[in-house]
């Protein structure tokens, strides 16, 4: 079994900073990418930043020169610094993991989300 747990979150103001985490772990054969996607109240999820294996990065364009993932640990943690926050940005952020879990086998597996509110 496989766990994506996300940490950090929570209220501020436009402009100032915050950081997420998120871990994978469990019967973990190989970890193809590791991202965070965001659902903001009445719109569909989108993709806010990946990291593959290869270390190759993408951003979405509203968030690029803004925010910046990195990872620990080889790909089973990543972390999501986003800088000069934005009122829009505000939504529930998901860590996605699309993991081997058995010779194969790969799956997405996703965190609980957490909640990243900007007020103006």
């Known amino acids: 079994q496989v766990r994506v747990v996300e940490s950090g979150g929570g209220s501020v103001q436009a402009g100032e900073s915050l950081r997420l985490s998120c871990t994978a772990s469990?019967?973990?054969?190989?970890?193809?990418?590791m991202g965070w996607y965001r659902q903001g109240q009445g719109e569909q999820r989108e993709l806010v930043a990946t990291?593959?294996?290869?270390?190759?990065?993408s951003y979405a364009d509203s968030v690029k020169g803004r925010f910046s993932i990195s990872r620990d640990n080889g790909l089973n943690t990543v972390h999501l610094q986003m800088t000069r926050l934005k009122p829009e940005d505000t939504a529930i952020y998901s860590c996605?993991?699309?993991?081997?879990?058995?010779?194969?086998?790969?799956?997405?597996?996703w965190g609980q989300g957490t909640q990243v509110t900007v007020s103006s």
């Open positions: 990291v593959n294996a290869g270390g190759a990065i």
């Open positions: 469990g019967s973990i054969f190989r970890i193809i990418a």
């Open positions: 996605n993991g699309r993991i081997y879990d058995s010779p194969t086998t790969w799956r997405d597996y």
